[in-house]
């Protein structure tokens, strides 16, 4: 539900916006209320799952994301559904982070913790790519409002099974205390960078207001760093976890990862809207072979390599196919057909993609103490979101089409393509520096 809920309104804007009277100018905040809130407020959920404990976290978190979700689907306004995104951006902070120290709180390292991963990654895999197709699905045979309203339901019972089954983790005993400066200031500057780059994508990189954020962030983020090696008694982000060189190398991995595909959606629903001509709903049809191929790759075949090959090897393989998948999509034209255009290339980046991410998730885990597990999944989580709302900036900026026309949307779709693969072969070198297996993770 976290992950489907970035992209699961995308194809119901036109519906809100009718329904509710949204202003051209107002209807992105359907989507950035959520972005800002989930982004910014990551860190802060990732060490609140190690204060609070990881069954309590997960319960809270759950609970907040499932009432927004049911405030949204009742919205009667621009601003009810806007301010009911944003809470539960904030709820899915602290959820996304506590899904994952209750794994690696649960499961020792080695190659159970290695299939709980790989299930918890194909999991959130589906949601982001199954969120267009149950958007599109809801929207055009029930209404706008259930996209928001499904998770009512579902969020219930995961309540209840949760507060029922999950271990405690910290429960009843003494946690760490909590960094309120370091969280203010880590939260101001993440949301001050997605802010920036959402107003980059509308105003240009040269707005006041965009090059106001920018430095803002710059400020506010230098000043986060200060606070966490100084100041802070009990860190928000210990600053030791990077001198564990899967943790800063594989975290810069993710980066760059969540820059390619992230993105990837995005410029794909657009080339088959705007040039294939497809409507929402086949659309989201479109995105099955990445969905089904993905899931089973990265749930079943991942692991079992794992158990085989180093995870930096595992993690050059992928990268380097899904670089291939890449540079085959960058070739469409104005008269590519669904095969050659889409579904083609999408066996090559699935395939890579699911082999990709259980490994990095892996590497970024390992040699991580218990008492800093939740500050981890926070980064982890903040990394991929940060390195996707940069990616999609700095990639709308690539394929930027100087003249109106298919052949000019296509050709910067292309573009964009083509930039992916690059910064997945750069991904390829950089896990070079992971550490051999043998070595050990510090």
Wanted: glycine fraction near 12%; charged fraction near 10%.
């Amino acid at each position: 539900m976290v992950v489907l809920d970035v992209s699961v309104v995308n194809v119901a804007l036109p519906s809100i916006r009718s329904a509710l009277g949204f202003a051209p100018v107002d209807l992105p905040w359907v989507v950035n209320a959520y972005g800002l809130a989930f982004a910014g407020l990551l860190l802060l959920g990732g060490r609140l799952a190690d204060v609070l404990g990881h069954r309590r976290a997960f319960v809270l978190g759950l609970a907040l994301f499932s009432a927004a979700s049911l405030a949204g689907g009742l919205a009667v306004s621009p601003g009810s559904l806007v301010a009911a995104r944003t809470v539960q951006g904030a709820g899915a902070a602290l959820l996304a982070p506590a899904t994952l120290t209750v794994l690696t709180g649960t499961f020792p390292e080695g190659p159970v913790r290695t299939r709980a991963l790989a299930i918890w990654t194909a999991v959130g895999v589906a949601g982001g790519a199954t969120g267009n197709l149950i958007g599109g699905a809801l929207t055009e045979y029930l209404s706008w409002r259930w996209i928001l309203l499904v998770n009512v339901p579902i969020g219930a019972a995961g309540v209840l099974l949760g507060a029922r089954l999950l271990p405690g983790g910290r429960d009843g005993g003494a946690g760490p205390r909590l960094d309120i400066p370091g969280a203010a200031l880590a939260t101001a500057g993440i949301a001050a960078l997605t802010y920036g780059l959402a107003q980059a994508d509308s105003r240009g990189w040269r707005d006041a207001l965009t090059m106001g954020a920018t430095a803002a962030r710059v400020l506010v983020m230098a000043g986060f760093v200060r606070v966490e090696a100084r100041v802070a008694r009990a860190p928000l982000v210990p600053l030791r976890l990077f001198r564990i060189r899967s943790v800063g190398v594989g975290n810069l991995i993710l980066l760059l990862t969540g820059a390619c595909l992230i993105p990837m959606w995005y410029f794909l629903s657009l080339y088959m809207q705007q040039v294939l001509h497809y409507g929402p709903l086949r659309t989201a049809v479109g995105f099955l072979p990445h969905t089904l191929v993905t899931m089973a790759v990265g749930a079943r075949l991942a692991p079992r390599l794992l158990q085989y090959a180093e995870p930096r090897t595992l993690i050059i393989t992928s990268a380097a196919v899904s670089a291939a998948g890449f540079w085959w999509q960058s070739r469409i034209t104005p008269d590519s057909g669904y095969l050659d255009g889409v579904m083609g290339p999408a066996l090559l980046i699935s395939v890579g993609s699911g082999l990709l991410l259980t490994p990095i998730t892996t590497a970024v885990t390992s040699g991580v103490d218990a008492a800093d597990a939740g500050a981890a999944s926070g980064l982890i989580n903040t990394t991929k979101q940060v390195g996707g709302a940069l990616g999609l900036a700095m990639l709308s900026t690539v394929a930027a089409a100087d003249v109106p026309g298919v052949r000019a949307l296509t050709a910067g779709y292309a573009r964009a393509f083509l930039v992916i693969a690059g910064v997945l072969a750069v991904v390829a070198v950089v896990s070079l520096a992971l550490p051999h297996r043998q070595e050990g993770t510090r």
